[in-house]
C-alpha cells in the first residue's frame, strides 16, 4: 500500500525559506519509472504543479518558481524534500506531494503553509 | 491562466451526462501526451479518475470516461449521482515547459 506524508512549518514568515519533507512506503525511489512530485493549491483556487523527481535524481521544475525550488531525495530514508526560498504571502497554500508512475497516482493528505509576518 | 483551459463550472441533474472539456496546444494535448484527470472533494486530497486519457483505476465506475481529440481532451460523467459533486483537474505533459501542468479546474454541480 503506497502511502505519502508531507511535513514541516505551518506557516513561515516573508523571505524565509520553506523546507517540506516527504515520507512515504509502499514503494521505493530506486524503482525505474517512478517518480515523487509536489502540487500545491492556495485556498480557493486551483491546483499548481510544482517539481518532480525521478528515480534516476532527474529533475523537472515549474518554469515560473524554477529559481526559487530544489528538489532532492534521500533514498535510503524514503524521503523527498522540497525548498522554496523567498516565500511571500501569496505562496500560501496546501502543498501535496505524490507518486509518479507515468502519472500521479497516489497524494498525500497535504499540508497548509501559511506565510505571515 | 493555466496552459490547459478548463470550463470554470458545469451543471447536471441526477442522472444526466455532462462532460468537461480540457483545451490546450501542440506542446501538450496536441503532441499527444497523456491527459489524466482528477476529482476533488473539498478540504480532500485529489483523486485519480482517469489516467492516459480514458483508463480507469480499480474501483472507479465505469460511468467515467476520458477522450481526447486534437488539442482538446474531455471527460464525460454518465448516470450523474449527488456525490459526483466535486472539483475536476486535468493533468497532461508540456514540452515547452519541460514539466506537467494542471487544468484551472472545473466544479460540477449536481442539482
Known amino acids: 500500500q503506497i502511502t505519502l506524508k508531507e511535513s514541516g512549518p505551518t506557516l513561515v514568515k516573508p523571505t524565509q525559506t520553506l523546507t517540506l519533507t516527504c515520507t512515504f512506503s509502499?514503494?521505493?525511489?530506486?524503482?525505474?519509472?517512478?517518480?515523487v512530485g509536489w502540487i500545491r493549491q492556495p485556498p480557493g483556487k486551483a491546483l499548481e504543479w510544482l517539481a518532480l523527481?525521478?528515480?534516476?535524481?532527474?529533475?523537472r521544475y515549474s518554469p515560473s518558481l524554477k529559481s526559487r525550488l530544489t528538489i532532492t531525495k534521500d533514498t535510503s530514508k524514503n524521503q523527498v524534500v522540497l525548498t522554496m526560498t523567498n516565500m511571500d504571502p501569496v505562496d500560501t497554500a496546501t502543498y501535496y506531494c505524490?507518486?509518479?508512475?507515468?502519472?500521479?497516482?497516489?497524494w498525500g493528505q497535504g499540508t497548509l503553509v501559511t506565510v505571515s509576518s | 491562466q493555466s496552459v490547459l483551459t478548463q470550463p470554470p463550472s458545469v451543471s447536471g441533474a441526477p442522472g444526466q451526462r455532462v462532460t468537461i472539456s480540457c483545451t490546450g496546444s501542440?506542446?501538450?494535448?496536441?503532441?499527444?501526451?497523456?491527459v489524466h484527470w482528477y476529482q476533488q472533494i473539498p478540504g480532500k486530497a485529489p483523486k485519480l479518475i482517469i489516467y492516459?486519457?480514458?483508463n480507469r483505476p480499480s474501483g472507479v465506475p465505469d460511468r467515467f470516461s476520458g477522450s481526447t481529440s486534437g488539442t482538446s481532451a474531455s471527460l464525460a460523467i454518465s448516470g450523474l449521482q449527488a456525490d459526483d459533486e466535486a472539483d475536476y483537474y486535468c493533468l497532461s505533459y508540456d514540452s515547452s515547459l519541460r514539466g506537467s501542468v494542471f487544468g484551472g479546474g472545473t466544479k460540477l454541480t449536481v442539482l
Open positions: 492516459d486519457k480514458n
Open positions: 523527481i525521478y528515480w534516476n535524481d532527474d529533475k
Open positions: 501542440s506542446s501538450n494535448i496536441g503532441a499527444d501526451y497523456d
Open positions: 505524490a507518486h509518479y508512475s507515468g502519472w500521479i497516482d497516489y
Open positions: 509502499g514503494f521505493s525511489l530506486s524503482t525505474s519509472g517512478v517518480g
